[in-house]
């Protein structure tokens, strides 16, 4: 089992920053590609940002791209989301997930946060 907590989250102006941060504990975190996802509602769960286990390989949904940086310290067991330039458009509830292999497919991740709340007002 790998227990995951973010935080982070919170209101924020359009064009302003927020650092979102996922907490691991568990089994080896460096045994887990990790992932960003998020949810608005009434719409699905979508991608948003992932990283390989060593944290040499990201890769981005189009909309968030050169916005969000995804980063990941494994002595620490924490994954990290910075987000820049906010927009309106991304708020949502903002989950971190771990899966064993590099995907954007939220179905593969096995396991998940409990979510953060970030709203960007206009």
């Known amino acids: 089992q790998v227990q995951l907590v973010e935080s982070g989250g919170g209101l924020v102006q359009a064009g302003g920053s927020l650092r979102l941060s996922c907490t691991a504990s568990?089994?080896?975190?460096?045994?887990?590609?990790m992932g960003w996802f998020r949810q608005a509602p009434g719409k699905e769960r979508e991608f948003v940002a992932r990283?390989?286990?060593?944290?040499?390989?990201?890769s981005y949904r189009d909309s968030v791209k050169g916005r969000f940086t995804i980063s990941r310290d494994n002595a620490k067991a924490m994954v990290y989301l910075q987000m820049n330039s906010l927009k309106p458009e991304d708020t949502a509830v903002y989950y971190c997930?771990?899966?064993?292999?590099?995907?954007?497919?939220?179905?593969?991740?096995?396991?998940w946060g409990q979510g953060t709340q970030v709203t960007v007002s206009s």
């Open positions: 997930a771990a899966c064993s292999v590099f995907t954007i497919a939220a179905g593969s991740y096995e396991y």
């Open positions: 568990g089994r080896p975190f460096s045994n887990y590609a």
């Open positions: 990283i390989t286990r060593g944290g040499s390989t990201t």
